[in-house]
Every structure is written in structure tokens, then in C-alpha cells.
């Protein structure tokens, strides 16, 4: 018995558990080190409220970015008909939904869309129907469409391949990023009409790049060149594509640096029957593979004692004896589908299987049984399923549009997000034109309320930082649920009407970037909604079944801003009818125009000159939000 309570007595003298650092600091450093799998992050935000705003700040994103400088092969594109289809490579809880890396423009506009390869975390797709390429980031679903030179038309030059890769992609330290952090270059190239010349055009391509196309830089073909099947390959400062002709293939080196083509000739000793794939080697030197149906030749491009570069033969392989060992294959016909520059792997299609091939270690791994043949472009990610708020600016005008993660302190718990208001921003400038992304830097503003509904804030993200600003807070002067109807805004400022148990409007100064409660006109009726007065002060329009009235901020001789009634008119004579039930739907703050709903359908009032215009009829009673632009049909 004493030995047994002698046990028990040990069992429970524990050492006390370990605690993790109450450092964010410290603990952030613990989370970096997670392993970069789709899982790791969305699992460790679930563990606490504290591990998850460490995890979902955009900035620890950067930071675990950082640390994975080699990201892992989370899938492929498969290349059908046109549009591409992901299948993960993963397996759960790191399986990818093919869902979540479709495509929807491909599908919603169709086209005739021509793959060119993934790069950095992007995606590049061409349209020939419409002459104009797509810049697709999977992780975050924004992409960019950019118009093709109109000298490349189809015709007497035809594009046949392209590359997109990071602007900064030489620079050590740098992180790929998305849109708003990291600009990126995209090169295309392609052959002229009599397939004599070859030619290469480049563009910088990001709000704060020039935007534009290159010059044509050309270079004549060896034999008759008809086109670049394969993804270009990036070793170094230069880009590597195959140019297949009427006299076999050569390669095609593009200098990044000095933005010059040049021909590098084919090893002239390998089978000219087989597959071939440029690749990067050990030495991270151009090499190249080439598979028969019973070989597979490894060789690389080396510069001899008389400083000229000579390919050389490094290794030969039985392919049975690569493939065979473990999978036991009769091999019959085979096919490269394509090859993961990061990992330096290829994928194979042989006896109704997918195949990737490790050409340092040589390893192969069966992934898929198939009898499709289809292309295939991998692709590398350190990609976080979704765990953080987000916010999505639209260009409707080009189909862009750019995702951004909320600031992690806006959690929908202890802050929520209730309206906001995107503008361009240089709107003040005099003589600017609002432009698209590429062109035109923004700027968003969040507005939301604390949970104990006494407290407003603000923040802004600039697309030039790629930052949010610190939360801007004010004291409610009633409790304050909800920001319901759009922004109005007025001079330098935004302003937003509370919904609450009382009535004051938000300002928010967007030069000192300070929040303001400014109190409503005595006795308002159902409808209150801000405009700009007609000497550019603020104004508001208030409406009931009975009237509008109009009013306008104005400075007294004491200095102090009053709201001053301008006009009252009888809504029945604006309308020219006579309404039991309004609502009001929307409000275009460009033509300053009010949209409602009335028994007899919805009207668009401009406040400026009463005139008013029966638009439809319709039972539902939905809010309306006004959209102006200078928008030309595709061209």
C-alpha cells in the first residue's frame, strides 16, 4: 500500500505546464515558423482571440512570406478548352477547393484563352478574341486586364507565349505580394506574319509604373519559326523560351536587364524525336531535358576555356529505370505536360497516369490517373485559406478589381465594420482624370462601431502604401448602431448619417484625417440626405410624403455653422402626383439626383432643378446605388 500511494504521490507532482509568452512580439516569432501549408494559419487563429489578430495582420502575412522564400506546389492548372481547371496537390486539411481558384471571368465572358504560365504567385492568360492579356492572383482573386499593343494584331504579328513575373524579383529580401504591394512586368512574344522575325514586347503594369507598352524589339529568326508552345523559364536576369520551326526548335533568350533578344542554338547531338523541356540546373544555369520513349538526356549550357558557351551532355537515364522500379509501367506512349520551375519538376503523362518527375533527385511520384492530356502549369503558393475580413474595390468599366484585408483590430467583435466610401486619390486635383487601377491610385475609408455601440471609428487604406492608417476614434453622442446609406462627399470631407437612438451626422476630414459629429437640422423628417449646397458647402435634402426641404451649412458673422433652411417645396407638385408611401432608395452624388420608391414605381428626382423621372415599376423596395462613368464598349 505505501508503495502504491508512493506512486500516486509522483503521478500528480507535475511539472506545471509551459505558458507562451505574453510578447506579441515573441509569440509572433513562434507563429513564423509555422510550416507554410494552406492549414497552418486559419488552425492557429481558431486556437485563441490573440493568435488570431496576430495571424490575420497583414503584415505578419509579409513577414511569414519572408520566411517561406520557397513556397510549396498547392496545385495545377489544367489547360481544357480554353479555360483553366485547378486540382489541388494537397491532401486535407491542406486540400484546396477547385472552387477557390476558379476563374469566374473566364466563364462569365468566355473567350478564347491561352494559358502563358504562373510566376511569383501570378497568373498570366491571354485573350485572342479580344486582343488584351489578364494578370490573375488565385490567392486573392483580383486580376488585371491590360489591352495589346494595336500593332499586334493577329495578323501581320501574332503573339504566341508571354511570361509574367515580379517587377522586383532580383531584389534580395523582396516579398511577392499581391497588386497593391508589388508591381510586376509582363513579356510577350511572338512571330511575325512571314515567320522570319521574332518579336518581343514588355510592359510595366501597376498604378505606380509608367503603365505602358515597350517598344518592339525584334530579332531574326534562324528558319522559319511558327511558334512558343511551352512557358518561358527564368534563369537569372533572362527569360527562355522554344521556338519550334520548319527546321526542329532553338531557344530564345530575353535579357531582362538589357531588354534585348537573342538565339541560342539547340544541343545538336539530342534526338530530335522527343519531348523537351528548358530547365533550371544545379548550378542554376540553363539546361535542358529531353525525353524519348526509352531515354530521358540531361545537359547544360556551360562556358568553356574560350569563354563561349557550349552545351554538354551531363547525364543519360533509362526511363524505365526512372519511372519502372515502383509503378511497374509498360511504357507505350508518353507526353510532357509541363514543368514547376521552383521545385524543378516535371509532369509527365504515361499508361493513363500523371507523373511528376524530381530531374535533381529523380524521384518520381504517380499523382493522378487519367486518359485526358491536357496541359498542366503549376503552381506555388504560400497561400492562407481565408481567415481576415476583406474588402473588394471593382472597376465595372474593365472587370478589375483588387482584394485587401481589414486591419486586423476590425475583428466583428470588438469593432465592426458598418459602411465605408472608395475615391480616387488625387480627386482634388484640378484637372485630373480618374483613371483604372493601373493609373489612378485610391483610397478607402472604413466606418464602423464599437461593440458598446458609445464609440465611432475610422480608417483609411492608400493604394500607394498599400497600408491602413491607425484606427481614428470619436465619442458617439447617443448610442450608435449602424452607418446605413452611402457616403456623400463634400468639399475634403466624407460624411455618413448614424443610425441610432438619435440623429448627428460623421464627418470625416480627409486632410487631417479626423472625425467630427455635427448635429442635424431641428426636427428632421423620415428621409435626411447629405449633398453638397451649391457654393460647395455641406447641404442636406430632407424628405417626407409632404415636402422636401432643402438646407445648407453656413458660417455666421459669429463664426459658428448653422444650418439655414434654403427652400420647402410640395413633394405632390415635384412629382406630379399624389404619394400615400416614400422611400427613399438611393441617393448620385455626381448629377445630385435622389432615387424613390413610391406607390406609383421609382422616380430619379434631380434636387438641383426639381425635374423628376418615372424610371419603372416594381413592388421591391431595394437600395439603388448610382453609377457614373464614361464607359466605352469594348473597342
Known amino acids: 500500500m505505501n508503495c502504491l500511494r508512493l506512486r500516486r504521490c509522483r503521478a500528480t507532482s507535475q511539472v506545471p505546464p509551459v505558458t507562451l509568452p505574453d510578447d506579441d512580439d515573441l509569440l509572433s516569432e513562434i507563429l513564423l515558423r509555422l510550416p507554410p501549408r494552406p492549414s497552418s494559419l486559419p488552425r492557429a487563429s481558431l486556437v485563441c482571440k490573440r493568435w488570431r489578430r496576430l495571424v490575420t495582420d497583414p503584415g505578419f502575412h509579409r513577414r511569414f512570406g519572408a520566411r517561406h522564400r520557397n513556397p510549396p506546389l498547392i496545385g495545377v492548372f489544367e489547360e481544357y478548352l480554353g479555360y483553366p481547371f485547378f486540382r489541388s496537390m494537397m491532401d486535407p486539411p491542406d486540400l484546396i477547393p477547385r472552387e477557390r481558384f476558379r476563374l469566374r471571368l473566364a466563364e462569365d465572358e468566355g473567350g478564347q484563352w491561352h494559358f502563358y504560365g504562373c510566376r511569383h504567385g501570378r497568373v498570366l492568360l491571354f485573350d485572342r478574341t479580344k486582343n488584351e492579356i489578364v494578370v490573375w492572383d488565385p490567392n ?4 488585371r486586364r491590360v489591352a ?17 513575373l515580379c517587377a522586383a524579383a532580383g531584389d534580395d529580401g523582396h516579398v511577392h505580394g499581391g497588386f497593391s504591394s508589388c508591381p510586376f512586368k509582363v513579356v510577350l512574344v511572338g512571330v511575325a ?3 522570319t522575325q521574332i518579336s518581343c514586347q514588355i510592359s510595366n503594369i501597376y498604378f505606380s509604373e509608367s503603365g505602358k507598352w515597350s517598344d518592339l524589339i525584334s530579332i531574326a529568326a534562324p528558319f522559319l519559326v511558327f511558334f512558343f508552345r511551352d512557358p518561358g523559364i527564368l534563369v537569372g536576369h533572362a527569360l527562355y523560351w522554344m521556338a519550334y520551326g520548319d527546321h526542329w526548335l532553338t531557344i530564345l533568350q530575353f535579357d531582362l536587364d538589357k531588354q534585348r533578344l537573342a538565339v541560342i542554338e539547340w544541343p545538336s547531338d539530342s534526338d530530335p524525336n522527343c519531348y523537351t523541356q528548358t530547365w ?8 535542358v531535358a529531353t525525353l524519348s520513349r526509352g531515354s530521358l538526356q540531361m545537359w547544360e549550357s556551360k562556358v568553356c576555356s574560350d569563354g563561349v558557351a557550349k552545351w554538354v551532355l551531363q547525364k543519360t537515364y533509362e526511363l524505365k529505370n526512372v519511372l519502372n522500379p515502383e509503378f511497374r509501367l509498360k511504357i507505350g506512349y508518353l507526353t510532357k505536360l509541363g514543368y514547376a520551375q521552383d521545385i524543378k519538376v516535371m509532369f509527365l ?5 500523371v507523373f511528376m518527375l524530381q530531374l535533381d533527385s529523380l524521384q518520381a511520384k504517380k499523382v493522378w490517373e487519367t486518359y485526358v492530356i491536357a496541359p ?4 506555388t503558393s504560400t497561400y492562407v485559406a481565408a481567415i481576415m475580413n476583406e474588402i473588394v474595390l471593382w472597376d465595372p468599366d474593365t472587370g478589375d478589381h483588387r482584394r485587401v484585408a481589414v486591419p486586423a483590430e476590425i475583428d466583428g467583435e470588438e469593432k465592426t465594420i458598418w459602411n465605408g466610401a472608395v475615391l480616387c486619390a488625387a480627386a482634388g486635383d484640378d484637372g485630373h482624370v480618374h483613371g483604372g487601377f493601373s493609373s489612378c491610385p485610391f483610397k478607402v475609408v472604413l466606418v464602423g462601431v464599437a461593440s458598446n455601440n458609445t464609440q465611432m471609428f475610422a480608417c483609411v487604406y492608400s493604394s500607394e502604401t498599400g497600408k491602413w492608417s491607425d484606427l481614428i476614434s470619436t465619442a458617439a453622442p447617443f448610442l450608435v448602431f449602424a452607418f446605413v446609406d452611402p457616403a456623400t462627399l463634400v468639399g475634403h470631407a466624407l460624411y455618413w448619417l448614424p443610425a441610432g437612438f438619435g440623429k448627428c451626422i460623421l464627418q470625416f476630414d480627409l486632410d487631417s484625417q479626423t472625425l467630427a459629429v455635427i448635429d442635424l437640422p431641428p426636427d428632421p423628417n423620415c428621409y435626411p440626405q447629405i449633398l453638397p449646397a451649391q457654393g460647395g458647402s455641406l447641404g442636406l435634402a430632407d424628405l417626407s410624403c409632404d415636402s422636401l426641404q432643402i438646407w445648407e451649412r453656413k458660417v455666421c458673422s459669429e463664426g459658428v455653422a448653422k444650418w439655414m433652411l434654403h427652400k420647402t417645396y410640395e413633394l405632390d407638385k415635384v412629382l406630379d402626383l399624389k404619394i400615400r408611401h416614400l ?6 452624388e455626381d448629377i445630385n439626383a435622389v432615387f424613390l420608391w413610391t406607390d406609383f414605381g421609382v422616380f430619379m428626382v434631380q434636387l438641383d432643378s426639381l425635374r423628376s423621372k418615372k424610371l419603372w415599376e416594381t413592388n421591391i423596395i431595394t437600395p439603388i446605388h448610382p453609377y457614373t462613368s464614361t464607359y466605352v464598349a469594348g473597342i
Do not use: F, M, Q, R
Not at 533550371?280 to 539546361?287: A, K, Q, R, V, Y
Not at 503523362?349 to 497516369?353: E, I
Open 140 to 143: 486573392t482573386g483580383d486580376h
Open 148 to 164: 495589346v499593343p494595336p500593332e499586334i494584331d493577329g495578323k501581320e504579328k501574332t503573339i504566341w507565349n508571354g511570361a509574367v
Open 193 to 195: 506574319g512571314n515567320n
Open 280 to 287: 533550371l540546373t544545379e548550378g542554376d544555369c540553363l539546361g
Open 349 to 353: 503523362w504515361a499508361d493513363h497516369s
Open 376 to 379: 498542366i502549369h503549376p503552381y
Open 583 to 588: 422611400v427613399k432608395l438611393g441617393y448620385a
